[in-house]
């Protein structure tokens, strides 16, 4: 019978090791930002279960952050017990985004996952999928 490791589970000790920059992680179970879920509790629930290392909050807005909007220092509320710590941040004003990233830096955030060029209005699909006629015009080009 062959002999289980706590690896064999995704707890305990990992000979994994990664660098992101500066940034050493010790696991390869990472978890990434899920809209409505990745809020404070759900990231301290789960570094509790263990093996998780780097966790990313929800998606947060870089003017909100630098208008210290209420709602969105709700997505990045954060302690010392999780960490490390990616924040998701989008805009499209590329100073508005350097400001945000040095803010979120400033309160200790391992790193910034940015987000560039989200749809808008137009680029959503109508439904469900996005199909060749949602791409491009009747006539095969970019509409």
């Given at each position: 019978?062959?002999?289980?490791?706590?690896?064999?589970?995704?707890f305990?000790?990992?000979?994994?090791?990664m660098?992101?920059?500066?940034?050493?992680l010790?696991?390869?179970l990472f978890?990434?930002?899920?809209?409505?879920?990745?809020?404070?509790?759900?990231r301290?629930t789960?570094?509790?279960?263990?093996g998780?290392?780097?966790?990313?909050?929800d998606l947060?807005?870089a003017?909100?952050?630098?208008?210290k909007?209420?709602?969105?220092?709700?997505?990045?509320?954060t302690?010392?017990?999780?960490?490390p710590l990616?924040?998701q941040?989008?805009?499209?004003v590329?100073?508005?985004?350097?400001?945000?990233?040095?803010?979120l830096?400033?309160?200790g955030v391992s790193?910034v996952d940015?987000q560039?060029?989200?749809?808008?209005?137009q680029?959503?699909p109508?439904?469900?999928?996005?199909?060749?006629?949602?791409?491009?015009?009747?006539?095969?080009q970019?509409?």
């Amino acid at each position: 019978m062959r002999e289980r490791s706590p690896v064999d589970f995704g707890f305990g000790y990992s000979p994994f090791t990664m660098r992101i920059g500066s940034l050493e992680l010790n696991s390869n179970l990472f978890l990434s930002p899920l809209a409505g879920y990745t809020n404070l509790p759900f990231r301290l629930t789960l570094r509790k279960v263990g093996g998780l290392d780097l966790a990313t909050t929800d998606l947060v807005n870089a003017r909100s952050l630098l208008e210290k909007n209420p709602k969105a220092f709700k997505l990045i509320e954060t302690c010392p017990a999780d960490r490390p710590l990616a924040v998701q941040l989008f805009g499209s004003v590329p100073e508005e985004m350097r400001d945000a990233a040095q803010f979120l830096e400033s309160k200790g955030v391992s790193a910034v996952d940015n987000q560039h060029g989200l749809p808008g209005a137009q680029g959503v699909p109508r439904r469900g999928r996005l199909s060749h006629d949602d791409r491009t015009g009747q006539d095969g080009q970019p509409g």
